[in-house]
């Protein structure tokens, strides 16, 4: 079975611009959560989606923003972007987003803000 | 606030050499501690979910413990393919969803 999936693999940008990360949940999960990871640190939790709608959200200012759509894929989209939003944005898909509590990752997506 | 603190930060093994890597936490209403592995540049790999104290989950030369406030990865005779970062994480009942809070890891190298 396919795992987790997210597309670009890397993207280098420039301050200012503004990105879209893309994810694909493990075949019959509904829940899609994105997180943030510094070189050096654990993941920090950006977003949490389950059946479309936000689940909840961490502690990220207001140009991050995501969606989830019918087919239970999702983006991430980053605006106005900073030095600091170089990082690895890594995706998780979860069978339920109440009742189960294992989530899966995909490779991620390396994004470089130059 | 739910918090996870790991340690060591880096832990420099020789091949065959046993150790143990900590996970202490603090979560309101703790629902579930989970242990992954990551290679450099990839995601986080699963390995365990703990759900309360006492339960012991085992896996190749790996094995996890609880207790009400710390988990313990075990390393028996580990060897170079064991070398990755080692993450935990929890989920705790704040907020009604399942986000994970995780620790900075611990970066393990195991020398033959």
């Known amino acids: 079975d396919a795992g987790v999936t997210q597309s670009p693999t890397h993207l280098i940008k420039t301050r200012g611009q503004h990105v879209t990360l893309r994810c694909s949940p493990i075949?019959?999960?509904?829940?899609v959560s994105w997180y943030q990871q510094v070189l050096g640190q654990g993941p920090q939790f950006i977003f949490q989606?389950?059946?479309?709608?936000?689940?909840g959200r961490g502690n990220f200012p207001d140009r991050f923003s995501a969606r989830q759509f019918p087919n239970y894929s999702s983006e991430l989209n980053v605006n106005a972007l900073l030095l600091g939003d170089s990082a690895l944005y890594l995706c998780?898909?979860?069978?339920?987003?109440?009742?189960?509590?294992?989530?899966?990752f995909g490779p991620g997506t390396r994004l470089t803000v130059t | 606030e739910d918090q996870v603190t790991q340690s060591p930060e880096a832990l420099r093994l020789q091949e065959g050499e046993s150790s143990s890597l900590n996970c202490s936490y603090t979560?309101?209403?703790?629902?579930?501690l989970f242990w992954y592995r990551q290679d450099p540049g990839k995601g986080p790999e699963f390995l365990f979910t703990?759900?309360?104290a006492g339960e012991e989950k085992e896996k190749e030369r790996l094995k996890a413990t609880l207790t009400k406030k710390e988990s313990f990865l075990h390393i028996t005779a580990p060897k170079p393919e064991d070398s990755a970062t080692y993450l935990c994480?929890?989920?705790?009942?704040?907020?009604?969803?399942?986000?994970?809070?995780f620790g900075a890891g611990t970066r393990l190298a195991v020398h033959p």
């Open positions: 703990l759900y309360s």
């Open positions: 979560v309101s209403g703790l629902r579930g």
């Open positions: 989606y389950y059946e479309k709608e936000e689940r």
């Open positions: 075949s019959g999960h509904k829940s």
């Open positions: 994480a929890v989920t705790g009942i704040s907020g009604g969803y399942n986000k994970l809070i």
């Open positions: 998780a898909s979860a069978s339920d987003g109440g009742g189960t509590y294992e989530q899966y």
